[in-house]
Nanobody, 125 residues
Framework: QVQLVESGGGSVQAGGSLRLSCGSS????????VGWFRQAPGKGREGVAT????????YYIASVKGRFTASLDMDKITLYLQMNSLKPEDTAMYYC??????????????????WGQGTQVTVSS
């Protein structure tokens, strides 16, 4: 299985932008979905966006729709998350993950079997 490494996290003020990257050690096209998740202190891990690799089509949770854009490069090696209009409630550790088991659209963390180590995003008001 591939290894995933996130980068691009940091501290920004509300309304700012960040672009997260997730580099893979191999081709992600063998995985059905690749996605972004986040976990705030004291809370469970939450799916943010997922991409069906066969179509490069993205799906989002309601709270980030219109502000975040997930994409997969043409080589299907690097996953991105462009985050605009950031809010303090977006503060969390962000993870990328890959799923080669579940065929349907899912943002449930338990459906993903390969994970990166995470990158911290902090948004101040």
């Amino acid at each position: 299985q591939v290894q995933l490494v996130e980068s691009g996290g940091g501290s920004v003020q509300a309304g700012g932008s960040l672009r997260l990257s997730c580099g893979s050690s191999g081709d992600l096209s063998s995985y059905k979905f690749v996605g972004w998740f986040r976990q705030a202190p004291g809370k469970g891990r939450e799916g943010v966006a997922t991409i069906r690799t066969a179509e490069s089509r993205s799906y989002y949770i309601a709270s980030v729709k219109g502000r975040f854009t997930a994409s997969l490069d043409m080589d299907k090696i690097t996953l991105y998350l462009q985050m605009n209009s950031l809010k303090p409630e977006d503060t969390a550790m962000y993870y990328c993950a890959a799923n080669d088991r579940v065929k349907g659209i899912s943002l449930a963390p338990e459906d993903y079997n390969v994970w990166g180590q995470g990158t911290q995003v902090t948004v101040s008001s």
